[in-house]
């Protein structure tokens, strides 16, 4: 039995707890990143035209005597902006006035943080609207035609057609869906490598092939969705009793993760790095061995 140290031991539990928990704390900044891109990109201009929406609605709504504080701005406060030339030199009184009842209104605004989430309202609502919208028959064609005017802008045309692949891949109602876990020969025979079975061919080959040919997608190590498409003949696809999910684990993890070993633990055929390197210098003496015995009866046929 070989002798743990400290060292060894905390490159083991640091290793284990490094993969145990850097899944989760990724999960968690990614979606903080979003969530801070979405709130400064989308919620904070909404808030702001509601801002400019409520500065315009309330002396139109309200009664002068129940106008709130931040909107009632006095002949003092506008003296003390002209003195503390916050405003442009020569501003008149109303456009003082006005820069006055928004920047209170922004500090009331930043006084009740409920208030600053009414951006994502407001964006959770639209896109809903814009789904209802478009998802008609009447929307569906404008925007088709919106679609197609836009995708002809210079700059614009070469970088929406990846974009929206990739948003429609992910959100969009006909995501590319993997429909079997199949396993063919490939890339020679005896070789049997996983795929997903993504649908019919091209059928001007089935005639070279000489019958009806799928296509299967086979992924890659340790990118799943990056790989390639080959063209197989039916007769020659098989299906495995497997999910997408289990297959996709299984090339996630360079074949770690099986469905008979989802946790890995147990490898069987598999040596640990000990006994293979006991095997590399029992191979390394046997060579050795070989070696002098050859260079010995080379010397005696010499000396004969």
């Given at each position: 039995?070989?002798?743990?140290?400290?060292?060894?031991?905390?490159?083991?539990?640091?290793g284990?707890?490094?993969?145990?928990?850097?899944?989760?704390?990724?999960?968690?900044?990614?979606?903080?990143?979003?969530?801070?891109?979405?709130?400064?990109?989308?919620?904070?201009?909404?808030?702001?035209g509601?801002?400019?929406?409520?500065?315009?609605?309330?002396?139109r709504?309200?009664?002068?005597?129940?106008?709130?504080?931040?909107?009632v701005?006095?002949?003092?406060?506008?003296?003390?902006?002209r003195?503390?030339?916050?405003?442009?030199?020569?501003?008149?009184?109303?456009?003082?006035r006005a820069g006055?009842?928004?920047?209170?209104?922004?500090?009331?605004?930043?006084?009740?943080?409920?208030?600053?989430?009414?951006?994502?309202f407001?964006a959770?609502?639209?896109?809903?609207?814009?789904?209802?919208?478009?998802?008609?028959?009447?929307g569906?064609?404008v925007y088709a035609r919106?679609?197609?005017?836009?995708?002809?802008i210079?700059?614009?045309?070469?970088?929406?057609?990846?974009?929206?692949?990739?948003?429609d891949?992910?959100?969009?109602?006909?995501?590319?869906a993997?429909?079997?876990?199949?396993?063919?020969?490939y890339?020679?025979?005896?070789?049997?490598?996983?795929?997903?079975?993504?649908?019919?061919?091209?059928?001007?080959?089935?005639?070279?092939?000489?019958?009806?040919?799928?296509?299967?997608?086979i992924?890659?190590?340790?990118?799943?969705f990056?790989?390639?498409?080959?063209?197989?003949?039916?007769?020659?696809?098989h299906?495995?009793?497997?999910?997408?999910?289990?297959?996709?684990?299984?090339?996630?993890t360079?074949?770690?993760?099986?469905?008979?070993d989802p946790?890995?633990?147990?490898?069987?055929?598999?040596?640990?790095?000990?006994?293979l390197?006991?095997?590399?210098?029992?191979?390394r003496?046997?060579?050795?061995g070989?070696?002098?015995?050859?260079?010995?009866?080379?010397?005696?046929?010499?000396?004969?």
């Open positions: 039995m070989a002798h743990t140290t400290f060292e060894g031991d905390f490159k083991k539990f640091f284990r707890g490094l993969a145990i928990l850097l899944p989760s704390v990724l999960t968690l900044w990614i979606l903080w990143q979003a969530f801070v891109f979405v709130f400064q990109n989308v919620a904070e201009p909404i808030n702001a509601t801002q400019t929406v409520v500065l315009w609605v309330v002396p709504v309200v009664d002068d005597a129940d106008l709130p504080d931040w909107f701005i006095d002949r003092g406060e506008i003296n003390d902006a003195v503390s030339k916050a405003f442009r030199p020569g501003a008149s009184d109303d456009v003082i006055l009842r928004r920047q209170y209104l922004q500090q009331y605004w930043d006084k009740y943080w409920i208030l600053n989430l009414t951006g994502l407001v959770i609502l639209l896109i809903y609207l814009a789904g209802v919208l478009l998802s008609n028959l009447i569906k064609r919106l679609e197609r005017l836009i995708s002809q210079p700059g614009f045309k070469q970088v929406y057609p990846h974009v929206k692949q990739v948003v891949l992910i959100l969009g109602e006909k995501k590319m993997f429909r079997d876990v199949v396993i063919v020969q890339p020679s025979e005896g070789i049997w490598t996983i795929g997903f079975l993504t649908g019919t061919s091209i059928r001007e080959i089935d005639e070279p092939a000489g019958e009806a040919v799928s296509s299967v997608f992924p890659t190590s340790p990118t799943p990056t790989g390639f498409t080959i063209n197989v003949p039916r007769s020659k696809i299906r495995l009793d497997m999910s997408v999910e289990e297959a996709l684990r299984f090339v996630l360079a074949g770690v993760l099986t469905p008979d946790t890995g633990e147990s490898l069987p055929g598999a040596p640990d790095a000990e006994a390197a006991a095997e590399a210098e029992t191979a003496r046997v060579a050795e070989r070696a002098g015995d050859g260079v010995g009866d080379r010397q005696g046929d010499a000396g004969a």
